[in-house]
């Protein structure tokens, strides 16, 4: 009887042959795509300035975005203004008077217009006095809120600030030799006083200007109380002290020119008639 074969039966235990690093780059494409969904959601909860910073660095990461898009780093909060700014800028301080009840019916008698030296917000005059007292550089409870809340929207940017204080064409008839230049240059002084106090820095304000009745808002009518205005002007960021006091003179040249075609259209539609 021949012997039976000898079978041997192998049993292969423990864990699987090596599968390669496969798993490794699914993991870390689930990873990124995580990250990146997070930034995205961030940025949608972000305010509008933090945006464009984020945005203005990926579409020059070198630094020069600092003209249009970021300016300090860290919070993405301070820009730097340029015309394309000012607009918004324009928008939030509006939005920020609305919300104010004590100031929402100030309204009329405050202006802000961008020009060619940058964002000008005039608060204007009335025959009672809006924000100052009548003949006096003090201001009253309406002036010192609206600069405080002025200050503290503005102290956010790193624009540089000017002050021009302006009056009507009539005499000052206070003290014998204080006049109209006195008023309007202490008036301009007391706005930047009280909104350095408030929230402006030290370093901020570029010029404190007094014209007394040189640069009439209303040049048709040289006593109307709107002649008394203070006006801040927020300069774009590459606008020197000098470049802002020509800027000034532009916008008022251009002012007046807009007078005067109005009125030769006007005259010249009254001889055709």
């Known amino acids: 009887m021949p012997a039976p074969p000898i079978i041997i039966i192998k049993k292969k235990s423990g864990h699987g042959g090596h599968h390669g690093g496969a798993w490794k780059v699914a993991y870390a494409d689930f990873v990124t795509a995580m990250m990146a969904l997070f930034i995205v959601l961030w940025l949608l909860s972000s305010s509008v300035k933090v945006q464009e910073a984020v945005g203005g660095y990926f579409r020059d990461p070198s630094g020069s ?163 008394r205005r203070v006006s801040i002007i927020v300069q774009y960021i590459n606008t020197s002290p000098d470049e802002a006091g020509r800027g000034s003179e532009d916008a008022k040249d251009a002012e007046l020119s807009a007078v005067n075609k109005a009125e030769s259209e006007t005259s010249g539609g009254t001889e055709k008639k």
């Open 65 to 227: 975005s600092k003209r249009t898009g970021t300016g300090l780093a860290g919070s993405g909060e301070n820009l730097l203004l340029n015309k394309q700014d000012m607009g918004k800028l324009k928008a939030e301080l509006q939005n920020s008077i609305q919300k104010m009840n004590d100031l929402v019916n100030l309204k009329k008698n405050i202006e802000m217009t961008v020009t060619a030296e940058g964002l000008r917000i005039e608060l204007l005059e009335s025959e009672k006095g809006t924000f100052f007292d009548s003949g006096s550089s003090s201001l009253n409870k309406s002036g010192k809120e609206m600069l405080e809340l002025l200050a503290a929207e503005l102290g956010k940017v790193p624009n540089l600030i000017s002050v021009e204080g302006h009056t009507d064409a009539k005499p000052f008839g206070g003290k014998g030799n204080y006049s109209n230049w006195e008023l309007s240059s202490d008036r301009a002084n007391a706005a930047r006083r009280l909104m350095q106090q408030a929230g402006l820095r030290g370093n901020q304000i570029s010029q404190v200007r007094g014209f007394a009745d040189q640069r009439l808002r209303n040049p048709k009518d040289p006593l109307d109380a709107s002649n």
